[in-house]
């Protein structure tokens, strides 16, 4: 009986040691594709010359914006060309009748050229995914320890909705703001319209300010909803900032939610906290 019990308890070891060590490599494989694309995007972003936010910079832009850029700080500092932005804190919901799932995630925005690539990691069990925009074209992939395809969507659909994920971070990076493939209209009553050209996609969103000046929320109607396998309609959607911290002398978001007007009600299905915003990094 000793002996069986060794060996149960011996194998029960080996089980856990190669759990542990396909979770790791899960991690680390996706990682490693999430680090490949973001160097791509920054070795892109050194072909261009970093600017200094001034009155003459930003003065075709609607004055809700201008009025953002001031009361948060931004007047007379390095415009962003790319930015880190660290998360302490994420989370993702899968569908209205699931649980929340808390993540560890990494992001990189890069502003010239437009791009987004986002890593995240689920605690409660061993996926990775990477959420990638570029030139054009979207992509997500999960994969269950490193060997399980779990997610894998390139569709046109799922590109057009990457790039309203940057569309709706413009305020997070305001690089954004100051380029001529984005069109604004000033709708008046701090409300801002904005249509984004790239790569021959096009997508529209209102751009919501408060009294202060502050940035609240993002809608759009042009974010598409999987539905089913290859199955997408288009959603209304909104990002929401519920608040800010001071990083310096930078007033800069924080508090996050993300939500999709469904049919049968709002589904909220992300939420985050920002610890801080790192921007023009080199490597």
Same mark, same amino acid.
């Given at each position: ?18 759990? $542990? ?27 261009? +010359?970093? +600017? *200094? ?25 390095? =415009?962003?060309?790319?930015? %880190? ?32 690539? $986002? ?10 995914? /990477? ?9 997500? %992939?999960?994969?269950?320890?490193? #060997?399980? /395809? ?13 790039? *309203? ?30 249509? #984004?050209?790239?790569?021959? #996609? ?8 408060? +009294?202060?000046? #502050? ?23 909104? $990002? ?8 310096? %002398?930078?007033? *800069?978001?924080?508090? =996050? ?27």
């Amino acid at each position: 009986m000793f002996g069986a019990s060794t060996s149960t308890s011996n194998l029960r070891a080996i089980v856990f040691k190669n759990i $542990a060590r396909l979770s790791f490599l899960s991690c680390t494989g996706m990682k490693k594709v999430y680090f490949n694309d973001r160097a791509e995007l920054l070795k892109r972003n050194k072909a261009f +010359e970093t +600017e *200094i936010f001034t009155e003459e910079l930003i003065e075709e832009l609607p004055e809700p914006i201008k009025k953002y850029l001031r009361v948060c700080g931004y007047m007379n500092t390095t =415009v962003p060309v790319n930015a %880190n932005v660290y998360w302490s804190e994420s989370r993702l919901k899968m569908s209205p009748q699931k649980d929340w799932d808390k993540l560890h995630t990494s992001q990189f925005n890069s502003v010239k050229p437009i791009g987004r690539v $986002a890593l995240m990691k689920f605690e409660s069990m061993p996926v990775a995914a /990477r959420d990638l925009y570029r030139d054009g074209y979207g992509e997500m %992939n999960g994969k269950l320890l490193n #060997l399980i /395809r779990v997610v894998f969507d390139n569709s046109r659909e799922t590109a057009q909705s990457a790039l *309203i994920t940057t569309f709706c971070e413009f305020m997070f990076i305001p690089g954004y703001l100051l380029l001529d493939s984005v069109k604004w209209e000033d709708m008046r009553n701090n409300a801002v319209k904005g249509t #984004l050209n790239d790569n021959g #996609l096009e997508v529209t969103g209102v751009f919501y300010f408060d +009294e202060d000046g #502050l940035f609240t929320h993002f809608e759009t109607d042009d974010r598409y909803y999987s539905t089913g396998k290859n199955q997408y309609k288009k959603v209304k959607f909104s $990002a929401f900032v519920e608040s800010y911290k001071m990083q310096g %002398n930078l007033k *800069i978001c924080e508090k =996050v939610k993300i939500v999709w007007h469904l049919p049968d009600g709002d589904f909220e299905y992300y939420r985050g906290i920002v610890d801080s915003i790192e921007i023009n990094v080199n490597e």
